[in-house]
């Protein structure tokens, strides 16, 4: 059974700092490309960043400078280090873990920035 299970959302307020964990589970991790998404209410979910099996990492351009992706094959987690952190980053941020065949997704974690 595969399980990803987000963790560290919160409020905070403008300027703050955030680190979202996803824990997985029943996967190869370290075969993965790992991301993060985040929808915003009323929003479609949108693409934030990506480490994939060989480290290489991208970003939204609208985090690029102030979000981190990171992951520990050891600990099967991959962090999204969120600093600077804006009140349009308000949303719900989902992991996602990706291999040639497969897709899966976690439940979600909300982060709230206040203004």
């Known amino acids: 059974q595969v399980q990803l299970v987000e963790s560290g959302g919160g409020l905070v307020q403008a300027g703050g700092s955030l680190r979202l964990s996803c824990a997985a589970s029943g996967i190869i991790f370290s075969l993965n490309d790992m991301g993060w998404y985040r929808q915003a209410p009323g929003k479609q979910r949108e693409w934030v960043a990506t480490?994939?099996?060989?480290?290489?990492?991208n970003y939204a351009d609208s985090v690029k400078g102030r979000f981190t992706i990171s992951r520990d094959n050891a600990k099967n987690t991959v962090y999204l280090q969120m600093n600077s952190l804006k009140p349009e980053d308000t949303a719900v941020y989902y992991c996602?873990?990706?291999?040639?065949?497969?897709?899966?997704w976690g439940q979600g974690t909300q982060v709230t920035v206040s203004s």
């Open positions: 480490i994939t099996r060989s480290r290489s990492t």
């Open positions: 996602n873990a990706r291999s040639s065949v497969t897709s899966y």
